[in-house]
């Protein structure tokens, strides 16, 4: 129940998200149940909605996790890694689609430069290039803001923004999704302060971030390991550097279930013991529904009878 | 203490053990110190050993299981197989010393049959063949048997026998140490009831017998990684036949450690899981007095610190 | 084609096998398609076969080597593993079928004391408690050596030996089929010098031997992995000691497969490098007539594009 | 040596690199021999560089792969992965150091909007919040076009730029070193056409592209099996989308050791047989000059008498 404040009134809960309106993140905030109704606060970097929620000044961040053209956020990887105060309470799909967008009155034949994040950039330069041949890319700081200069300013002719773009700016589409990749998509998590847990469902996922033990040649696989030897399916690894020298990496990791499965919290104590950093990141239901299965009698039943097998050979005496 | 019988008198603790007097087991049996003072009861095959313990007409039975030169002792390993009922207490190794005896008078070039038992007939077959080139082998159920068939009949005119047999038989000693190879030792162990556990010394061993899922190509491999998982190391492991048909095979495992410590407990809980049977053979001291280490951060205070992260973790709701 | 001899006959081949005639290695002897109308020589030791073929005077040895009850034959094992100069041309399965025979007239009411081997009386030792709850056990150095025993004197009444016996001599059935198992095999196999070799079937196996490096936790695991990358799947592993000191053993291996399956011969030259020691004993056609298959693509048409492929890769330069 | 043109001049090889003058790789790109005297072509995209190399119109490319603190460059890894006809011929690390730089005349509280590529901004983010904290940030190509912008318009008062900078362009220094991280470096790569290869020197990479079998669980374990079964040591692993749906990944991996290395030529040809697509980016020297390593007994003459030993049993027929 959402909390009153002093004077009676419901106080309502902030989501921050990478924003301004009009972006990815935001309709990856509209499939988040708790925050119909609540506070949406529209922030421009990643790090900023995560040290929102750290100082408690947000509930929940919405943020991009990992884009199926582009691979893994570096900015909320990198986030997630230097705190062990957050976790993730879910993960929202969101299926990319970029439309070029202009003011009223343009014609696809006056733009001779368009404004577009980087990323969203890389993922239509296909269509750009044989439809625009000789465009120039104007960078702007997110899809949105693309859209938002056009209005501001006529450096660029044109902008590659969210289909429902439109929804927020008084714009016209020249063309409809024209990504070189027609399903791509992201994938959004959402991120609050440790302290409380989704629960499990069944078909949930479990994310870590482990560091390997130095100089040792093997250590990726042995810690791979860890997961098999009790059945654990990964179903996403990802390398980021430590960044203190080149040739150290600590590893995101997505496996199936979750931490009340008994396979993954053994697995997460294995993990604990072999490497010199495990960063638990939280347990949430998948978004794809599916169930996740513990491989070779690693249900959570096999796991109390093993208990109960092992009490009962140690209590013999 | 010992037991004290109804009439005030202390009753003594019956140790069965593969007789008859004179035999390597007794030399093991000797090294027992829980055994001092006690009933020592010779039998004359290994079931029928544990089948005394079994019905508690004996407290304990000594057993050979293993030899240097001939390997697993077939019979003890498929007794040990054939019930949950029952658990090592303490493993002991002896010199296996073989001499040729005769009864007094007899010179070594009367010698034309040699009774003996036919393990030691396989390991002082060299010498044998080199000094006795012409002579035949009358096989007998143990040394000390053949020893004492000298004394009863005069169809063999020596025997080959461990060095003590001339402690029990007025036998005199043909050639001493005629073993082909002069390092073999034999390992036995004490045997009893479940229902009490020798306890952690630091410098342990657990022995199990693991069946493995069938059909299941790698299954051998995913076994011992249930252990490399946990860092603990092999110290044996021997096959020996389920039985039913050829090709399926149950494993005799000895591992460093005890059930107490934790990374032996985990990795039994594994193969609870993953075995289709597994027979815990309990935990004692190694003969050898060397420690038991667990590789990789497992000792049980590192498992003790994951444990208390992964509460903390999971109690955070 | 048959050699002939200096005066224009053909020369027959001997075939050594563990006799004396009426054993069950006759029975697999007699499977042996290249052995019919050759000279078959009964010896008394598995040693004393493979002596023979070593010494060239025999051409083939057929011994047992495993025994669906009573695991692998050490004798054969070690024979096996102390020269690199012999090979395993096939394998022949025996079904183990025991029957109890006496001298005519003899009934079962008047046995006292069975003669057979230590293996069959342990075999049939569940059959003879029942039947005969007081008899005497007089160990003998094959079944068939039991059997001649009862025509030789009396202090045996009966004899335990392979169903097949009273076709050797003539002596009465008292029981049918006594064995504890119904369902027991034994494994023979054909032993020669090496240089020559079974072809390819591709429902073949291959045997080694390998020891493990010294003192170093995992190796076992690690000669596993051997196999394990090349998709060559074990069909049996046996621990047999080396014989110098308690704690060594070498591992007496079958898998799928034939030395001309590359994914194999890859397999055993990881084990070249990987093994202290490594004895190849052979490639011949499986028993069971089953297909050895290579899982994970790696049969040989996939060998054979990865080679290509790589030469590509070294050659451009 | 060079060729001449048709004219009897020697004709120039083109050195395309991610430019423009006085970028990072144009520092990795004054560490190539090769390149000393030939022609240095600034393009400002990776991929073009790379097209310039397809093309035949650059000799080579001179491209970052990896920054310490950012890691992979998305769009070099996805340049490689996008074709199998070019190759990697070095490596080359650069220490990242940033200046924040102006027009002569420039003081520091003048700075209001810093211009710089928003990866340099990333790394410098943390002097620049201190600083200066209401500055804005005007995102750039390259850290070399954020200074050359300061000389054609006065929207960014600053530049964040490499050192070297000042050596191309007429600015003033206003702080040196501003980095967060002061042992940043990044990793450059020289690519050229597939058709040639570094010399095996024995202190050598090699650079693969793989991609995993779809839907089985423990394919990055079996993966990397392959490799730890030759001994062959990973010094990178890096997962990128394959991007036809999320979840998918290919791994850039980097192993010790030359193509010519017996140990990583197995591997090769073991990922080629078990991976569904398998990239070859080449062999070349170890930018840190240490040796390659290969564990457990897999140097090229190990291999070699494995190999021997190998054709000795084949032949044997």
């Known amino acids: 129940m959402p909390k009153k404040s002093s004077n009676g009134s419901v106080k309502k809960k902030v989501f921050a998200y990478l924003g301004p309106v009009g972006t990815f993140t935001e309709l990856a905030l509209a499939q988040v149940a708790e925050a119909k109704g609540q506070i949406w606060l529209p922030v421009s970097h990643v790090q900023e909605a995560i040290d ?3 100082s408690k000044q947000a509930h929940r961040a919405i943020v991009p996790v990992e884009n199926s053209i582009e691979g893994g956020v570096s900015a909320t990887l990198d986030a997630l890694a230097a705190t062990e105060n957050i976790r993730i309470y879910g993960e929202y799909l969101v299926n990319v689609k970029f439309d070029l967008v202009a003011r009223p009155g343009t014609k696809i034949t006056d733009v001779r430069t368009v404004a577009t994040h980087p990323v969203a950039y890389a993922q239509t330069r296909k269509w750009l290039g044989e439809k625009l041949p000789n465009h120039h890319h104007l960078p702007t700081t997110s899809t ?59 078909g949930d996922k479990t994310s870590v971030i482990v560091e390997l033990p130095i100089d040792r040649p093997g250590a990726l696989l042995e810690m791979l390991e860890q997961f098999a030897a009790r059945g654990v399916n990964l179903s996403r690894i990802e390398s980021r550097p430590i960044g203190d020298r ?72």
């Open 246 to 317: 080149l040739g150290r990496y600590r590893f995101n990791i997505d496996v199936q279930g979750h931490i009340d499965d008994d396979a993954v919290a053994e697995a997460l104590k294995g993990l604990h013991r072999f490497s010199p950093k495990v960063i638990y990141l939280g347990s949430y239901a998948r978004a794809d529904k599916e169930k996740s299965v513990h491989e070779g009698n690693n249900s959570n039943p096999e796991f109390a009878s093993a208990d109960a097998w092992l009490k009962k050979l140690k209590s013999a005496r």
């Open 144 to 202: 949105a803001a693309a859209a938002a200069e056009l209005l501001e300013s006529d450096i660029a002719q044109a902008a590659v923004a969210a289909s429902t773009i439109t929804d927020h700016y008084k714009l016209k589409v020249l063309a409809k999704n024209i990504g070189d990749n027609k399903n791509a998509q992201t994938r959004f998590i959402q991120i609050g302060l440790a302290g409380s847990m989704a629960e499990r469902t069944g």
């Open 52 to 54: 929102l929620v750290l």
